[in-house]
């Protein structure tokens, strides 16, 4: 995963399935680089895979993360929760700190902006 670092996010899309839940979260960074990420149903884990292209007709509802274009991975993070699993990836865009996060809940990808609420 650590070449990702300083790779510019050219596109950013979710692709939501049949009932209308978040399934793939894509982040394409260059002609060879791609962050796809998906979830365990049974353990609600995330899968995060590099460099993954995948076609799958189930899928629907395409929906475009204009504001995360041009941006640069500064740094990534990868905690586990209390049973083992990776449930959270968190990318620093443009600065080392976390700026968006991915999360699972419920087997429903989450994308979230993290704001600095005090100086």
């Known amino acids: ?7 510019k996010i050219t596109s950013a ?10 399934v793939e979260i894509v982040f394409l ?10 979830v365990n149903d049974d353990s609600d884990e995330l899968i995060i895979n590099l460099n993954v292209k995948k076609e ?4 629907k509802k395409t929906t475009f993360y204009e504001s995360l274009i041009g941006k640069q991975i500064v740094s990534f993070w990868l905690p586990t929760n209390h049973l083992g699993y990776t ?4 990318l620093g865009l443009d600065e080392f700190k976390p700026t968006i996060t991915v ?3 419920c087997s429903e990808l989450n994308l979230m902006s993290l704001q600095k609420l005090t100086r």
């Not at 449930?87 to 968190?90: E, G, L, N």
């Open 1 to 7: 995963m650590e070449n990702i670092i300083g790779k």
């Open 13 to 22: 899309y979710s692709i939501k399935d049949k009932n209308d839940f978040v």
């Open 29 to 38: 960074l260059d002609d060879f680089t791609n962050i796809v990420i998906t």
């Open 56 to 59: 799958n007709e189930n899928l």
């Open 87 to 90: 449930d959270v990836f968190s």
């Open 103 to 105: 999360c699972s809940i």
